[in-house]
């Protein structure tokens, strides 16, 4: 098949597009299974520190300053996964482009460098991540937040 100029532009930016759509695809499927482990793992929390919760409470501690508490947490983590996740892709895509520079040498219109990451991409990574473990961590808060504190101690 002989191909003119546009076609095979029109061909590579449609492969371009699915390629994208499939990263962000199972980007949003790590970010969902990502905030179920973070409401797991902080409800969990809440219920294993639930004495700890009741005397906080008792002793003049405010529902929001329960929840602020785990909000807290849960920012935590996400801060701590989203800079990981940041340092795994930056390494990620130091070693993908080493290996196309490398194997793809031939390539009539090579590029110096074929993947190119952007500081507002990796900060807009960074935010994503946040909001998600924060979002997460909002019905673990209510949770802890609504605990009866006369209950949890007389039932110990």
């Known amino acids: 098949d002989v191909a003119t100029n546009r076609e095979t532009v029109s061909k590579i930016n449609t492969a371009s597009t699915v390629i994208n759509a499939l990263v962000i695809l199972v980007g949003l499927i790590i970010l969902l299974i990502s905030s179920a482990s973070i409401v797991n793992i902080l409800t969990m929390s809440v219920y294993e520190e639930a004495t700890d919760i009741a005397i906080l409470r008792s002793v003049g501690a405010r529902k929001s300053h329960v929840r602020g508490i785990y909000l807290l947490k849960a920012g935590f983590m996400g801060l701590i996964a989203s800079l990981d996740g940041l340092l795994i892709g930056i390494i990620a895509i130091h070693i993908a482009d080493t290996l196309a520079r490398t194997y793809l040498q031939y390539l009539p219109y090579r ?3 074929f993947f190119l990451p952007s500081v507002s991409l990796a900060a807009a ?26 209950k949890v101690l007389r039932e110990g």
């Open 125 to 150: 990574c960074f935010l994503v991540g946040l909001i998600f473990s924060l979002a997460a961590g909002t019905i673990p808060a209510n949770i802890a937040a609504s605990l009866n504190p006369s």
């Open 111 to 113: 590029p110096d460098t």
